[in-house]
């Protein structure tokens, strides 16, 4: 992938630039002692939303300290623009950035505050602590919620058709023909949008990691492939079934993530594989999809290992560079506190559960958070490979598309992601390579 299915995902999700209140850059001490901060965002509605929630609510909680937020664009623009500022010294005193493998590329010990045994971090799950951390040490607190990646479904469809979800890929087929049968279309598709096409192969990594827990390891140092680890081509032969056996809705070559999302929400489609984040900014035109929405993890062979794929929330970070370190970490122990996801949740709808003790979700959170959080509650739930691993190809969309279409046999799409993932990792000098 040229950029993380996240930020893709996070840009759908929220088109609009924003801006917040005070959105120039730079931090000091003012001559009655009121400290102010700087705080780099990205641009998409739902962080700019999120991060003045977050500002408003730290500095209400700490009239002497300020907060200046900066809005940067998202994506690669802006990923650029962190690890530019970071390299120059020029960073804010905390920024928002992705967790996970993307943390590698800033060099933390070299530019961010190192957090570990901190007490900013005592509120912070401590299964999230390792998305934040690189070589041991963690530098960052969750920001969000967490979002799943599985297959978002219409609870109105499976009432009316009596299904029930399906915890093996078998049984998501047999409901996939029942739906058919009954006139609606089983499994949307939306491959204008190329991104949308990776979440059957993406989304499945639960199933990837419970069948062979040392993948993500394995990978990233050269010693497993996806196309000669079936837990791993699998996602590449569901992609080729769904399309074989006509459960994909008609024109899926040239329907849009928001066309997608739209057919869900109205049941002219059952399934949809994608991610959870992208239907909270359609709650305020449709407010049904709150409840008539649901999510379940792609579902694998073993029902008693039926889990869900997470993706992580991303993080905020405190560079090296800030001579307000005290009051940094004042606010991202705020940040990674239950009253911060509650100013959060009124800013913006979560798609999943707050990585933060004692953080709940709202009784009106959507259906899609709750489902999600019943995963995590039970301890059935895996980050995504991206997460866990820096090795990514970046042709994977066009590859999925591919396969989804019918153009490209499914043995032969992972061999092909095989070739792309080494030119990358290759590129990054890892060893194993």
């Known amino acids: 992938m040229n950029t993380s299915l996240r930020m893709l995902g996070a840009a759908l999700a929220g088109l609009a630039m924003a801006a917040l209140t005070s959105c120039a850059s730079g931090s000091g001490t003012s001559a009655d002692g009121t400290v102010t901060l700087s705080f780099l965002v990205g641009s998409d509605k739902s ?21 200046k937020t900066e809005v940067v664009p998202g994506g690669g623009e802006g990923d650029n623009v962190v ?18 493998s993307l943390l590698r590329a800033l060099h933390p010990g070299r530019t961010l505050v190192d957090l570990t045994g901190d007490p900013v971090l005592s509120k912070v799950k401590k299964d999230y602590l390792p998305v934040v951390s690189v070589g041991g040490r963690a530098y960052g607190v969750p920001a969000t919620a967490a979002t799943g990646g599985g297959i978002l479904y219409n609870r109105k469809v499976y009432e009316r058709l009596g299904l029930k979800v399906p915890r093996t890929w078998a049984e998501f087929m047999a409901n996939n023909d029942k739906i058919k049968a009954a006139g609606t279309t089983p499994l949307i598709a939306t491959f204008k949008d190329t991104w949308t096409s990776q979440l059957l192969v993406l989304g499945d990594y639960h199933n990837v990691q419970a069948a062979v827990p040392s993948f993500a390891r394995d990978y990233t140092a050269g010693r497993a492939r996806f196309a000669t680890t079936p837990a791993a081509s699998a996602g590449f032969h569901h992609l080729a079934q769904v399309h074989a056996e006509g459960h994909l809705n008609k024109g899926f070559g040239s329907a849009t993530n928001g066309q997608g999302l739209k057919m869900l929400i109205e049941g002219r489609g059952a399934h949809y594989a994608m991610l959870g984040l992208t239907l909270p900014p359609l709650l305020a035109a449709h407010p049904q ?6 999510f379940f993890g792609i579902p694998g062979d073993d029902p008693a290992r039926h889990g869900a794929t997470v993706w992580e ?14 009051e940094a970490k004042k606010f991202l122990a705020f940040v990674a506190s239950p009253p911060a996801a509650e100013a959060v949740s009124k800013a913006v709808p979560p798609s999943g559960p707050y990585r933060v003790e004692g953080a709940e979700l709202p009784d009106d959170a959507p259906q899609v958070a709750k489902d999600l959080q019943a995963y995590l509650y039970r301890g059935a739930a895996t980050p995504a ?34 070739r792309d993932v080494e030119k990358q990792a290759k590129q990054l000098g890892l060893p194993g390579w």
């Open 289 to 294: 999809a709150a409840t008539d929405i649901g």
């Open 47 to 67: 962080t700019v939303d999120a991060a003045k929630a977050l500002a408003g609510a730290f500095m209400r909680a700490e009239p002497q300290i300020k907060i």
């Open 83 to 100: 690890k530019t500022r970071l390299s120059t010294g020029d960073m804010t005193d905390v920024f928002w950035y992705n967790s996970g």
């Open 385 to 418: 490979l991206e997460f866990l691993s820096p090795v990514k190809g970046p042709s994977l969309e066009q590859i999925t598309v591919a396969v989804g279409s019918g153009l490209t046999p499914p043995a032969q799409g992972a061999a092909q992601y095989d």
């Open 313 to 326: 929330p991303p993080a905020v970070y405190i560079a090296k560079s800030t001579e307000h370190l005290a």
